[in-house]
């Protein structure tokens, strides 16, 4: 056999245990295999979520109230009127202002607070706090925290934009009351009272003033 025949052999062998060996580690492919396409009898389910979200309820307002109650139509109906207002940002400031309005009645010190208040509300306050000065009394007082902001009960009226939601707090502060020689008659200052208020407060949606005032306080 010439030497030709004899190379050629030999090359056709090497390529023939080539191509054994790469079936072995790479499989069979035939041709070009185009990737899988994604199913289109069924929509994604990543789609599928995001439609119940847009579609879905308002969880500004069912985070914190039943879906369909009263006081959920209520808050749709002040958002709606002032696309503005957030139920959460509305609880972030009631808590901020709970513990502005209560340390003020306090301490005694309510015309600090007379434009957070409606008139019958600082009328009450400051028949306490005179009461307290007749009798020779003082409070000192410090706010440790609140342990519960829950939203009660909203109501809106949409001729007037009038709007009311009730809050209930639980706070958390020491308090001692002396009497005119500065004798303690009440409380301590190292043990931590917890108190409960349900506050309502009012504002007109849509107007220039974005503050809330205090219109009624129960427990």
Do not use: C
């Not at 400051?126 to 342990?147: D, M, Y």
């Amino acid at each position: 056999m010439n030497s030709p025949i004899l190379q050629l052999l030999v090359l056709a062998g090497i390529a023939v245990f080539l191509i054994l060996r790469l079936k072995n580690v790479l499989g069979t492919r035939e041709g070009y295999e185009k990737p899988p396409a994604p199913p289109t009898s069924a929509p994604r389910s990543d789609r599928r979520d995001f439609e119940v979200i847009e579609g879905g309820p308002d969880r500004d307002i069912v985070d914190h109230v039943p879906e369909g109650s009263e006081t959920a139509k209520a808050l749709a109906q002040m958002k709606k009127a002032e696309p503005s207002f957030g139920v959460a940002d509305f609880l972030s400031g009631a808590r901020g202002a709970y513990e502005m309005i209560l340390m003020a009645f306090e301490r005694g010190k309510i015309d600090e607070i007379e434009p957070f208040l409606s008139q019958d509300v600082y009328d009450s306050f400051a028949e306490v706090v005179a009461a307290r000065e007749a009798q020779g009394l003082t409070i000192e007082a410090e706010f440790v925290g609140v342990r519960e902001t829950k939203l009660v009960e909203a109501t809106y009226e949409e001729d007037t934009g009038h709007a009311e939601i009730t809050v209930r707090f639980t706070g958390e502060l020491t308090q001692v009351v002396k009497d005119a020689e500065g004798q303690v008659v009440e409380g301590s200052a190292t043990q931590v009272k917890r108190q409960r208020d349900v506050w309502t407060f009012a504002r007109r949606m849509g107007s220039d003033d974005p503050n809330w005032q205090l219109v009624a306080t129960g427990e």
